[in-house]
C-alpha cells in the first residue's frame, strides 16, 4: 500500500468493497476530487489490486492535451484486448474499430460512431463473457467526446460481472463533470470523495517522496496551507527544502506554487516542457524537432526534469508527473509562444486531425491553409465515424473567420450526428435565416426538416422539407432525399395522397438521375404508402426495389426497401417471413449500434409476433422496446413503446394498465403531431373495451378513428383497421346495425378485391354478427364458416380463436348443442394458450351456456346469470340480445325466469341484487 495510504480508510475501504463484492452485476465507482488530492494515487493501487483479484484490467489516462483528439481515450483502452477477442466482432464492427485504431486507412463510406460502439460493447461482452472485468478510467473529464460517447453507449448496458473504475476531478478547476455516465440501474452508480489527508498521512507521503522527515511545525505549516492535498504538500515541502524557511513566503495557492517551480528553469529546458504540453503523445523526437535541437540534448533536459519531480520518461515517451503541471507550463507561457510553438508542431506531426488542431491555435488571422487543413480535419473525423470532433473542427474554421453557410450546415450536419440535436437546430435555423435562397440553403433546410422529424415534430418537419425541395429546383441529387423524407413526414402528419405524390416524385428524379440505391427507396416507399392506402402490393416494385438496394448504405431504416419488405410481408400475412426478415434487421441494427432504428423495428415485429400469436415473445421485445425509449428520452419512441405496452396489457387483460399507458402514448404522440401515432393506443383501448363487453366506452373510444373509413374506404389493409372489426361488435352490442354493416361490407369488398386473407375473415366475421343481430341465423353460421375458411390461409391463432367463439354461439343459438360445446371448446383452449384471459373467460361462459348444468333449485343457470348481468346495466332486451348473439324473444323469456327464481318483479330490483349467485 503506497504511503499516505493507511489514512485513506473511507476510499480503500469503498474501492476493497467495490473490487470483492460478491454481486455479478454491473457496477460503477467514481472517485471525486479537487486536482492533487490523489485519486491516482487510490486508481493506481486499486488497479494492482484488481489483478490481483483476477480482474481482466482496460486503462485508460486521458490527459488535456488529448481531449481534443478523436477516440484517443478509447484507442488507450483497446490497446491491451486479448487479441483473440477482436476474432468475435462482426464485419461491421470490427471495420469501425479498425477504422478508430488507425489499422485501417481504406477509403469507403463514412464510419458509423454506432458502430464503432457497439463494436466496443461486443469486446466488452466478449471479455467478460471469460470473467470479471474492469474497466478504469483516469481523470475522466478529459475524456474525448468521441470516446465519452461510445464509453457511455457501453455504460448504459454495461454486462453482467463487468464494473467499472473512475476518477472525476471537481472543484473550479475541474470539469462540467461526466454527464454520460449512467449504468443499467441508477444504484449501481457509487461516488465516493476522496477527502483530503491528514497530517499523520501527509507526513508519510513527504517522507515517501522527499527521502527526509519534516519536524511538526513544519508539517502542520505545510498541512495548514495545502489543506491536506498531497500534490500542494509535496510542492510546498520541496520550496521549503530548496531554502525557504519556517517564516518565509510560500505560496497560497497551487498555480503559484507551479509558477514559481517552473521560473527559474533553464529557457531551453522551458521550451522543451511548453512543446511537451502542447503534444497530445509528447516522445524526445517530436520535442527535439520543435525546439529546434538534437534529441540527446532533450534527453539530458528532460532527465534534469525528471529529478525535479517534472517529468517522467517512460522509453522514448515523455509526460508530466502531474496533470496540474502540464496545465501550469501552458499556461504560464505568453499567447505569442504558445502560437509560436503551435506553428512549429503543425509542420512536424503528420496526422491530419493533430496537424489542423495546431494550425489553429497557432492562427492569428483567417488564412486559407489553416481553413482547409479544418475542413481536411473534419471530413478525417467523419471518416473515423467521430462526428462530434468533426463538429469541432467545423467550428473552429468558422471563429477563425471561415463563416460560410456550407460550413454552418457542415457543422450543425455534424453535431446533430454526435447527439447534439440543440447545437444542431440553432445552428440550422441561423443558416437559414441568413443564406438566400438556392442549394446551400436548401440543404439547411432539409437538415433542419431531419432533425426536427427525430426531434418529434411531423408536421414542422413537412413544411421545412417541402421548402428544401423547391429551393433545390434541379438538382435531383439533392431533391431526390428530400422527396423521401418528405413523404414519410408527410404520412406521419396525416396526409397519405401528398405523401404518394412525392414518393412518386422521387420515383420520377431518381430514374433520371440514375441513382439506384435512391430509386430503390423511392419505389419502396411508394409501394408501402399505396398499400397503407387500399391500392395493393405493388410486388414488382418492392423486388425491383430490393434488387437495386445499397445494403451496405447507412440509410434509416424506415427507408430501407428490405425493412419495407418485411413489413409488407406481415400486412399481407406472410407473417413467418416477416418475423425472419424482421429479426435479421434488428440483428443487423444491433451490430451497427443503431439504437435509434430499434425503435422501428421493435414496434413492427410486435404487432407481427401478436398477429402470429406468440405474446411472449411480444413482451418481451416490449419490454427490451421500453426500456430503449427510455434511454432516448423523446416523445416518438416513447409514444411507440407505450402504445405497444398498452396493446399487450389489453391482450393480457390488465385493464387499468392497457388505459393508462394508452394516455401516455396518446400524450406523446399530440406532441409530435403525428395523427398516425395516435391511431394505434386508441386501437389498443378500443379492443380492450370490447373484450370487457363495454361496448358504449369502446365506441366512444373508437369514434375518431371512424372518419378513416369514410374518408379513405380502400384503406382497411390490417395495419390501419383492426379498430373496425371492434367497432362493429360495440355497434352491433348497441344495436347501431346499420353503421355496422356499413363498415361490415367495406371490409368484404377490400377482402375480395384485395385477396387479403385477414381482411376477408374478419370481414366474414363482421358480417355473421350483422345477420346474427337480424335474426338471420342460419345465414350468419354459414357466413362464420366463410370466415373460418379464410382463416385457414392466415395464421392469426387470436383472430381464428375469435370467429370460433362466435361460431360455436351461433351453433348454440340453432340448437346444435355438440357442435356449439367443440368448437366453444377449441376456441377456449386457444385463447388459454395464446394467455388472452378476458376471452378465455367468454369462452368458458359460453360454454356453460352451450352445456346445461346440473343446478340447485331456485339458482340461475350460466346463460341466466349473464342475462341478468347485462340487464342489470339497464340494456334493454333488444342490446341484450345483440350482445349475447340471441334473439330478443328468447331474452324475454330467460328474464321471466330469473325474475321467478329470484322472486321479484322488475329490473330496478334486478339491479339492486347483482352480483348474481
Not at 385463447?831 to 367468454?842: I, K, N, S, T, Y
Request: aromatic share 4%; charged share 25%.
Amino acid at each position: 500500500m503506497p504511503n499516505g495510504m493507511a489514512s485513506r480508510i473511507a476510499e480503500t475501504a469503498a474501492v476493497d468493497e467495490f473490487l470483492n463484492s460478491s454481486r455479478r452485476d454491473a457496477g460503477a465507482l467514481v472517485l471525486e476530487g479537487d486536482a492533487g488530492i490523489g485519486k491516482s494515487t487510490l486508481l493506481i493501487a486499486a488497479v494492482e489490486q484488481a489483478r490481483g483479484l483476477g480482474y481482466q484490467v482496460l486503462v485508460a489516462h486521458p490527459a488535456q492535451a488529448e481531449s481534443v483528439l478523436a477516440y484517443a481515450a478509447l484507442t488507450d483502452l483497446l490497446g491491451d484486448v486479448d487479441p483473440s477477442a477482436w476474432d468475435q466482432l462482426p464485419p461491421a464492427q470490427r471495420h469501425a474499430v479498425d477504422r478508430v485504431m488507425l489499422w485501417d486507412d481504406a477509403a469507403g463510406p463514412a464510419t458509423d460512431q454506432r458502430a464503432v460502439a457497439a463494436g466496443f460493447l461486443t469486446l466488452v461482452e466478449v471479455l467478460a463473457d471469460r470473467g470479471r472485468l474492469l474497466l478504469v478510467i483516469d481523470d475522466a473529464q478529459w475524456l474525448d467526446p468521441s470516446s465519452a460517447h461510445v464509453v457511455g453507449f457501453v455504460a448504459r448496458r454495461l454486462p453482467a460481472r463487468t464494473r467499472m473504475l473512475l476518477t472525476v476531478r471537481t472543484g473550479p478547476d475541474g470539469s462540467a463533470g461526466i454527464d454520460w455516465l449512467a449504468l443499467p440501474t441508477p444504484d449501481a452508480v457509487r461516488r465516493v470523495t476522496v477527502r483530503p489527508l491528514s497530517l499523520g498521512g501527509l507526513h508519510a507521503v513527504l517522507s515517501d517522496r522527499l527521502g527526509r522527515s519534516f519536524p511538526r511545525p513544519m508539517m502542520a505549516r505545510i498541512r495548514d496551507i495545502s489543506g491536506g492535498n498531497p500534490f500542494f504538500a509535496i510542492e510546498l515541502a520541496r520550496a521549503m527544502s530548496s531554502g525557504a524557511g519556517a517564516g518565509a513566503h510560500l505560496p497560497t495557492t497551487l498555480s503559484e506554487l507551479v509558477r514559481g517551480r517552473l521560473g527559474d528553469l533553464d529557457p531551453t529546458l522551458h521550451e522543451c516542457l511548453l512543446a511537451t504540453a502542447c503534444l497530445a503523445s509528447p516522445t524526445v523526437e517530436t520535442v527535439a524537432r520543435a525546439v529546434g535541437c538534437d534529441p540527446a540534448t532533450v534527453v539530458d533536459l528532460m532527465q534534469e526534469a525528471e529529478s525535479k519531480g517534472l517529468i517522467e520518461i517512460d522509453g522514448l515517451a515523455l509526460r508530466f508527473a502531474h496533470p496540474l503541471l502540464s496545465h501550469g507550463v501552458y499556461t504560464e507561457a505568453a499567447p505569442g509562444r504558445r502560437r509560436a510553438m503551435h506553428r512549429r508542431l503543425a509542420g512536424i506531426v503528420d496526422q491530419t486531425e493533430l496537424r489542423a488542431r495546431h494550425l489553429a491555435l497557432g492562427a492569428t488571422v483567417v488564412d486559407e491553409h489553416t481553413l482547409q487543413a479544418l475542413d481536411e480535419a473534419a471530413e478525417s473525423a467523419r471518416n473515423r465515424g467521430a462526428p462530434a470532433a468533426a463538429a469541432e473542427f467545423t467550428d473552429l474554421a468558422i471563429g477563425l473567420g471561415g463563416d460560410t453557410p456550407a460550413r454552418r450546415v457542415r457543422s450543425a450536419t455534424m453535431h446533430f450526428n454526435a447527439g447534439d440535436n440543440t447545437r444542431a437546430r440553432a445552428a440550422l435555423e441561423q443558416a437559414v435565416a441568413q443564406t438566400a435562397p438556392g442549394e446551400v440553403r436548401a440543404e439547411a433546410l432539409r437538415m433542419l426538416g431531419i432533425v426536427l422529424l427525430f426531434a418529434d415534430s411531423f408536421v414542422e418537419s413537412a413544411v421545412l422539407l417541402e421548402r428544401a425541395v423547391a429551393e433545390a429546383r434541379d438538382n435531383l441529387a439533392a431533391r431526390v432525399p428530400m422527396l423521401i423524407t418528405l413523404s414519410f413526414a408527410l404520412v406521419n402528419s396525416g396526409r397519405m395522397d401528398d405523401a404518394i405524390g412525392r414518393a412518386r416524385s422521387a420515383i420520377d428524379e431518381a430514374t433520371l438521375l440514375g441513382d439506384d440505391h435512391l430509386l430503390s427507396q423511392a419505389l419502396s416507399m411508394n409501394a408501402v404508402l399505396g398499400f397503407m392506402r387500399g391500392d395493393g402490393y405493388d410486388e414488382q416494385a418492392m423486388a425491383r426495389a430490393l434488387e437495386l438496394e445499397d445494403v451496405e448504405a447507412h440509410t434509416p431504416v424506415a427507408f430501407r426497401p428490405r425493412a419495407q419488405y418485411a413489413l409488407l410481408q406481415a400486412w399481407i400475412g406472410h407473417l413467418d417471413e416477416s418475423r425472419r426478415e424482421l429479426a435479421a434487421i434488428r440483428r443487423q441494427c444491433l451490430e451497427r449500434g443503431e439504437e435509434s432504428e430499434l425503435i422501428f423495428v421493435a414496434f413492427h415485429q410486435v404487432m407481427a409476433e401478436v398477429w402470429a400469436g406468440d405474446l411472449s415473445a411480444a413482451a418481451l421485445i416490449g419490454e427490451d422496446f421500453m426500456e430503449r425509449a427510455l434511454q432516448l428520452g423523446t416523445d416518438l419512441p416513447l409514444s411507440v413503446a407505450l402504445t405497444t405496452r398498452a396493446l399487450l396489457a389489453a391482450y393480457a387483460g390488465r385493464a387499468d394498465d392497457a388505459r393508462a399507458d394508452a394516455r401516455e402514448a396518446l400524450a406523446a404522440g399530440r406532441r409530435c403531431g403525428s395523427t398516425r401515432l395516435m391511431e394505434w393506443p386508441v386501437t389498443a383501448v378500443g379492443f380492450l373495451e370490447v373484450s370487457l363487453g363495454n361496448h358504449r366506452a369502446a365506441i366512444d373510444t373508437i369514434t375518431p378513428l371512424l372518419v378513416m373509413p369514410e374518408m379513405a374506404p380502400d384503406a382497411t389493409e390490417v395495419i390501419g383497421a383492426t379498430f373496425i372489426p371492434d367497432a362493429v361488435e360495440a355497434m352491433i352490442g348497441l344495436g347501431e346495425l346499420d353503421h355496422a354493416h356499413r363498415l361490415t361490407t367495406l371490409l368484404e369488398r377490400n377482402g375480395s378485391r384485395l385477396d387479403r386473407p385477414w381482411t376477408s375473415a374478419v370481414g366474414a366475421r363482421c358480417r355473421a354478427m350483422v345477420l346474427a343481430a337480424r335474426g338471420d341465423v342460419d345465414e350468419a353460421a354459414r357466413s362464420a364458416e366463410v370466415a373460418m375458411a379464410h382463416h385457414d390461409r392466415v395464421a392469426m391463432p387470436f383472430e381464428r380463436a375469435r370467429t370460433q367463439l362466435l361460431l360455436g354461439q351461433l351453433h348454440r343459438r340453432r340448437r346444435h348443442k355438440d357442435a356449439a360445446a367443440a368448437t366453444i371448446k377449441e376456441a377456449l383452449a386457444a385463447f388459454e394458450q395464446l394467455g388472452v384471459p378476458l376471452w378465455a373467460d367468454r369462452a368458458r361462459a359460453e360454454l356453460g351456456r352451450a352445456n346445461v348444468a346440473p343446478q340447485r333449485a331456485g339458482g340461475l343457470t350460466p346463460s341466466e346469470r349473464r342475462v341478468a348481468e347485462l340487464a342489470a346495466t339497464g340494456m334493454t332486451n333488444r342490446e341484450v340480445a345483440a350482445a349475447l348473439f340471441i334473439s330478443p324473444k328468447t331474452v324475454e323469456a330467460n328474464l321471466a325466469r330469473i325474475y321467478r327464481k329470484l322472486g321479484i318483479r322488475s329490473r330496478a330490483e334486478l339491479g339492486r341484487l347483482t352480483p348474481f349467485e
